[in-house]
């Protein structure tokens, strides 16, 4: 889904999902704490913000570094000399 965009851009898509839950849990628990019948307009709101999460969360999962800082550095082969271009003496 967002694979192909610009990391930068998807932070800002990430960030303004975060956001909007936020906002939809919040009213949700106004409602819910004055006694009040959620909405039609909330209860499809916060299905689709579920859907949606789901897809921007594998994006997210798919595009993540799977090392933690501090962690050594994965060993690379040594390259084999027979494969290796030598450069020419200029």
């Keep these: 889904m967002l694979n ?3 990391p930068a851009v998807r932070q800002k898509i ?7 839950g936020l906002v939809l849990g919040t009213i ?9 019948q959620d ?8 299905a689709a913000f579920a859907y949606v999460s789901a897809a921007v969360g594998y994006t997210a999962q798919a595009n ?3 090392f933690r800082t501090g962690d050594p550095a994965p060993e ?6 027979e494969f290796v271009e030598e ?3 200029v």
Excluded: H, I, M
């Excluded at 690379?76 to 000399?81: C, L, Q, S, T, Y």
């Design 64 to 66: 993540t570094n799977t």
């Design 28 to 36: 949700q628990v106004v409602f819910a704490s004055l006694g009040l």
């Design 4 to 6: 192909n965009v610009d």
């Design 39 to 46: 909405s039609a307009w909330l209860t499809a709101s916060l």
């Design 87 to 89: 450069s020419e003496d």
């Design 14 to 20: 990430y960030q303004g999902l975060a956001v909007l």
């Design 76 to 81: 690379v082969a040594p390259e084999d000399p």
